[in-house]
C-alpha cells in the first residue's frame, strides 16, 4: 500500500520542479539583477534612481492613473451587465452572455487594430487624445474579464435572500445596496485584479493606439531592448511588489466578505 | 420601458465591442486601404493571406506553438494537480502557491524574468525554441492545474480504491479510471492553454527567436509598418479568426442546449 500512495504522490514531482527552475529560479534572479550593477557588485542604485528620477515616478503615476480609469470604467459598464444578465429571464441569456465573452477568445492585437481603424476615423489623428484612447483601447480589451467573474458571482447568489429583504419591506434600491452589492464583491476584487494590473504593464495597446507615453510595462520593454538586465530586473521587481500587496489587499477583503456572508 | 433601457444598454455595449471587427470585416472583402469610401468588391486580401509564405508561416508558427506548449502544460498541470492532491498538506500547499505566481504575475515579469534566467544567466539560445517554449508552458500550466483540482476533489475516492482492490495495477487505476472522471478538466484546462497561447504577446516578446513571430507579435510590428498590402492582409485574418471562433461557440453551446434537453428528456 505504501508503494502505491507513493506512486500517485510522485506524479506531482516533475510539475513541482518545473514550478521551481522556471518560475521560482527566474524571480531570484531577478532578485540578483535589481540589486547589482554591470560588474555584479551590490548596489541600491536602481532602486533610488527609480524613486529620485522624475521621468520613471511619472510613469509610475501615469500607470496607476491609467489603471484606476480603466478599472472604473470597466467596472461600470460591466456591473450592469452582469446584474442584467444574471436576473433576466430571457431564453437567450447563455448567447447574450457567450457574446460579452466571446472577444477573449479573439487575438487582442487584432481587435485592437480593429479598433484603431475605426478611432482613426472618428478622431483623424490618434494623438490628439492619447490618455482617452489608453482607456477605450484597455476597456475594449479587457471587459469580458470584468464581466464573467462578477457575473458568476451574482448569479450564484441566493434569491431567497433579496425575496427576503423585498418581503420585509426593502425597496429595490436598498435591497441593491444592502444585499445585491455587498454579496457580489468577491466577483467585483476578482474582476478588479483581472484588469489593474494588465492596464499597468499592457504597453502594447498604448503603443498601437500611438500613445507614446511610458507605462510600467513600456519600462521594461525599453530596458529589454537597450540590454539594460538589471534596469529591467528592478522595474519588474516593483511591478512584483505591486502585485503582491494588491493580492494581499483582495484576498484580505475576500475574506473578509465570505465571513460577512456566512453571518448572513 | 425599463426593459428597454437594459436592452438598448446591452445593445450598445455589444456594439462598441463588435463594430470594430464587423466593419473591419466588411472592409477586408473591398480594395481600400483605410476605412473610408467602399471602392468595390475584393478577395485581394484573401489570396494575400493565404499565399504569402511570410504570412502563412507566421500563422503555422503560432498554432504549432499553441497546440505543442498547451500539449505540454497539460500533461505537466494534470499530474501536477493529481500529485498535490494525494501529497502530504505541505507539498501540496507549496505546488498550490508557487502555482498561483505565474497566475498573478503581469505577462511581462514573466517574459522578462525567464528571459533573464534562460537566456543570460545560463545562455540559452532563442533559436532553439526552448525560452519560448517554457514561457508558454509557464503561461498555460497553471490555468490547466486549476481547471483540473476541482474535478479530483469532486471526485468520489473509493472509486480508486475499488479498482485497486479489483486488481488494478496503479497506472491503470490512473489511466482508466482517474484520468476519465477528471477528463472534462483536462479538456477545459487543454481549451484554456490554447486560447493563453495564442493570445500571448509578452511572453513570446521576450523569449522569441528574432526570426520567429507569432500572430500576436506580427500584428504588433506590423502596425507599426507602412506596408498596406499586409495591413490588409492582417484584416482578413481577424476575420477569419472571429468567424471560428464563432462557429466554434456555436457548436459548443448547441452541444450544451442538446445535453440539457437530453437530461430534461430522462
Known amino acids: ?264 | 420601458m425599463k426593459k428597454y433601457i437594459k436592452s438598448a444598454f446591452l445593445i450598445l455595449v455589444l456594439l462598441f465591442l463588435y463594430l470594430p471587427i464587423f466593419i473591419l470585416a466588411v472592409y477586408s472583402f473591398t480594395d481600400a486601404t483605410n476605412i473610408g469610401a467602399i471602392r468595390g468588391f475584393s478577395l485581394h486580401n484573401y489570396v494575400t493571406l493565404f499565399t504569402t509564405p511570410e504570412l502563412l508561416g507566421m500563422i503555422g508558427g503560432t498554432l504549432l506553438l499553441a497546440v505543442g506548449a498547451a500539449i505540454l502544460a497539460t500533461l505537466l498541470g494534470t499530474l501536477g494537480a493529481i500529485g498535490a492532491f494525494y501529497s502530504k498538506k505541505g507539498m501540496s500547499q507549496a505546488i498550490s502557491t508557487m502555482n498561483q505566481v505565474p497566475v498573478v504575475n503581469a505577462d511581462v515579469v514573466t517574459g522578462f524574468s525567464l528571459c533573464i534566467l534562460l537566456v543570460v544567466v545560463f545562455g540559452v539560445s532563442k533559436d532553439t525554441f526552448v525560452p519560448l517554449v517554457v514561457g508558454h508552458v509557464v503561461l498555460c500550466a497553471p490555468f490547466v492545474y486549476l481547471s483540473v483540482m476541482p474535478k479530483i476533489r469532486q471526485m468520489d475516492p473509493s472509486i480508486y480504491e475499488a479498482a485497486l482492490d479489483l486488481g488494478a495495477t496503479p497506472f491503470v487505476a490512473l489511466t482508466q479510471v482517474v484520468i476519465p472522471q477528471i477528463l472534462p478538466g483536462i479538456i477545459s484546462g487543454f481549451a484554456l492553454a490554447i486560447t493563453l497561447s495564442l493570445d500571448d504577446y509578452f511572453v513570446a516578446t521576450y523569449t522569441k527567436p528574432a526570426t520567429f513571430d507569432t500572430i500576436s507579435t506580427y500584428v504588433v510590428n506590423a502596425t507599426k509598418g507602412a506596408q498596406t498590402t499586409i495591413k490588409t492582409a492582417l484584416w482578413a485574418l481577424s476575420t477569419v479568426i472571429f468567424l471560428i471562433v464563432l462557429i466554434l461557440v456555436a457548436v459548443m453551446n448547441l452541444k450544451a442546449n442538446k445535453k440539457v434537453s437530453e437530461r430534461a428528456d430522462v
Open chain 1, 1 to 264: 500500500m505504501r508503494k502505491l500512495s507513493f506512486s500517485r504522490k510522485s506524479l506531482g514531482i516533475p510539475y513541482a520542479l518545473f514550478l521551481l527552475v522556471f518560475v521560482i529560479a527566474p524571480l531570484l534572479v531577478l532578485f540578483y539583477y535589481a540589486f547589482t550593477d554591470g560588474q555584479g557588485q551590490f548596489t541600491i542604485a536602481n532602486l533610488t534612481g527609480f524613486f529620485t528620477n522624475p521621468n520613471t515616478m511619472g510613469t509610475l503615476c501615469y500607470s496607476f492613473a491609467l489603471a484606476i480609469v480603466t478599472t472604473a470604467v470597466c467596472l461600470l459598464l460591466a456591473y450592469p451587465i452582469a446584474y442584467i444578465l444574471a436576473f433576466s429571464n430571457m431564453k437567450s441569456k447563455s448567447v447574450i452572455l457567450m457574446l460579452f465573452v466571446m472577444p477573449m477568445w479573439i487575438n487582442f492585437s487584432l481587435r485592437i487594430t480593429a479598433l484603431k481603424e475605426v478611432l482613426t476615423v472618428l478622431e483623424g489623428n490618434l494623438a490628439m487624445h492619447p490618455f482617452l484612447n489608453a482607456v477605450i483601447g484597455m476597456t475594449y480589451d479587457f471587459l469580458p474579464f470584468m464581466i464573467l467573474p462578477i457575473y458568476t458571482t451574482i448569479s450564484k447568489l441566493d434569491k431567497a435572500l433579496r425575496e427576503a429583504a423585498m418581503d420585509l419591506g426593502a425597496s429595490e434600491l436598498e435591497t441593491f445596496l444592502k444585499i445585491t452589492l455587498p454579496l457580489s464583491v468577491p466577483g467585483i476584487i476578482s474582476g478588479v485584479s483581472m484588469v489593474f494590473l494588465p492596464a499597468m504593464t499592457n504597453y502594447v495597446v498604448l503603443d498601437m493606439l500611438y500613445n507614446s507615453t511610458y507605462i510600467m510595462g513600456s519600462l521594461i520593454g525599453s530596458y529589454f531592448a537597450a540590454y539594460n538586465w538589471h534596469g529591467g530586473s528592478m522595474i519588474a521587481l516593483i511591478l512584483l511588489g505591486i502585485i503582491c500587496l494588491f493580492t494581499l489587499l483582495t484576498n484580505g477583503s475576500e475574506e473578509e466578505n465570505t465571513r460577512g456572508g456566512a453571518l448572513l
